[in-house]
C-alpha cells in the first residue's frame, strides 16, 4: 500500500471520528456547558444560553463541514477530484465557516476572551480559503471539460 492511500484512509477516519464525536458532543452540549460551570468557570453558568447558542448553531455548521470534507474524500479516494461536487461542497464550507466566524464574532463581544479571538482568525481564513479553493476547482473542471473535448 502506498504511503499517499494509508494518509488518506488515516484522513478518512480521522474525519469519521470527528463527524460522529461531534454529534454526541452535540447532542450532550447543556449537559457539557453546566458541568463546566461547576468545576471550571462560574461565568459559562452566568451566559449558559449565550454558549449554548453560539456552541450550538457553530456546532451544527463544524458538522456540516465535516460532512462536506467526507464527500470530497470519496472523491480522492475514487481519484476524481475535479468534480463539480466538490466545487459545490467547497462553496457550502464558505459559507459555514463565515457564519462559525460571525457566531463568535457575537461571542467575543459579549464575553471576550483570547480563544475566541483565535477562533474569530481561524474561521474567517477558513471561509476565505475554502472560497479561493472553490475558484481553482471551478477553473480545474473547466480546463478538464475543454480537454475532454478536444480529445
Avoid: W
Wanted: charge should be positive.
Amino acid at each position: 500500500m502506498y504511503v499517499n492511500e494509508r494518509f488518506i484512509r488515516f484522513t478518512k477516519l480521522v474525519l469519521d471520528i470527528m463527524f460522529f464525536g461531534g454529534i454526541v458532543v452535540f447532542v450532550n452540549l447543556p449537559f457539557i456547558l453546566k458541568f463546566l460551570g461547576k468545576y471550571y468557570s462560574s461565568v459559562i453558568t452566568e451566559y449558559i444560553l449565550l454558549m449554548l447558542i453560539v456552541f450550538g448553531i457553530s456546532g451544527v455548521f463544524g458538522l456540516i463541514i465535516i460532512s462536506q470534507l467526507r464527500q470530497m474524500m470519496k472523491t480522492v479516494v475514487e481519484k476524481s477530484c475535479f468534480v463539480k461536487e466538490n466545487v459545490k461542497s467547497l462553496n457550502i464550507m464558505t459559507v459555514s465557516s463565515f457564519c462559525i466566524f460571525i457566531m463568535f464574532i457575537i461571542k467575543i463581544l459579549i464575553m471576550p476572551t483570547p480563544a475566541t479571538g483565535i477562533i474569530v482568525l481561524v474561521f474567517f481564513i477558513a471561509a476565505l480559503f475554502s472560497k479561493v479553493l472553490a475558484y481553482v476547482f471551478a477553473e480545474a473542471i473547466r480546463h478538464k471539460e475543454e480537454n475532454d473535448l478536444t480529445i
